[in-house]
């Protein structure tokens, strides 16, 4: 494959809804798009860390690239394997930027090849994907799975709202709910019993400490399944995983790292019988 060149195309743009998580509230996003050309094909990828959220920054970013991009040699033959290997050699501690060369690479590979780019990358793909949507509103949305965010920080408050939007909904959708690591264990516990009737594919983050004894409390006391989310980042995940505590991983891909370290975190993960519920980053 013969290089010619690579670009990084910064952007900013205003969110049509503000996005609350448990670090901050986002009103604006930022990042730039990769722009990779090989032989006359042009890949594309995504570098967009998330403020407060991943241990990189856009101005690390920008460092990254440009030093990946000074020792790449234009009209040069690499392989797939001897870039990946550059990729990972440069953006490793940048993850973000790991994932969005590698994607472009990917991109770029799926094009020549006349297939899309999730059947390069697994050719059991599905052809139809389910998405889940966040209720952020009053009205109803048009979906079966449904992701709720509590963050009043009150149990009673908490519950009380997501039976307001239950409500809205047919008896068999689907509800997530993300709480954004806002309950001490007591807590946690009285919110999963009483909303046990309810139909809840699981709870992400439910504790403020994530730690084994914690999570193996609750656990004891529900009969909701546990997911993780920023505990995949900044947390000792593994620790939840081998002692069998929780049961879905949501995965920010794009903030993760290189797409080897994400098949093989799919690979450990499967091996012990967790389902990944891929998501954005924002």
Do not use: W
């Amino acid at each position: 494959m013969k290089y010619k060149n690579i670009s990084l195309v910064p952007y900013e743009f205003k969110l049509k809804s503000k996005l609350i998580n448990s670090k901050n509230t986002y009103y604006y996003r930022s990042g730039f798009i990769i722009k990779l050309f090989i032989n006359n094909y042009c890949g594309f990828g995504e570098a967009s860390p998330l403020k407060y959220f991943s241990k990189e920054n856009n101005k690390q970013v920008m460092s990254g690239f440009e030093e990946l991009k000074n020792i790449l040699v234009p009209n040069h033959q690499y392989n797939k394997n001897e870039l990946i290997d550059l990729f990972n050699l440069y953006a490793k501690e940048i993850p973000s930027l790991n994932f969005a060369l590698d994607i472009a690479l990917y991109d770029m590979l799926s094009k020549k090849n006349c297939i899309s780019l999730s059947k390069y990358l697994n050719s059991n793909a599905l052809s139809d994907v389910n998405f889940s949507s966040i209720h952020t509103t009053e009205k109803c949305i048009n979906n079966n799975t449904i992701k709720i965010k509590l963050f009043n920080n009150n149990v009673k408050k908490d519950i009380e709202r997501f039976r307001k939007i239950a409500k809205k909904y047919n008896s068999d959708t689907k509800f997530r709910i993300d709480a954004n690591g806002a309950y001490n264990i007591n807590d946690a516990i009285d919110l999963c019993n009483i909303l046990s009737s309810y139909n809840i594919e699981y709870i992400e983050e439910p504790l403020y400490n994530m730690d084994a004894e914690q999570v193996q409390n609750l656990k004891n006391n529900i009969n909701i399944p546990i997911a993780i989310d920023e505990t995949l980042y900044h947390g000792n995940y593994r620790d939840l995983v081998n002692k069998n505590l929780i049961q879905f991983v949501v995965l920010k891909a794009s903030l993760f790292g290189s797409i080897k370290d994400i098949f093989m975190l799919n690979k450990y993960l499967s091996k012990n019988n967790f389902k990944i519920v891929l998501s954005s980053a924002i």
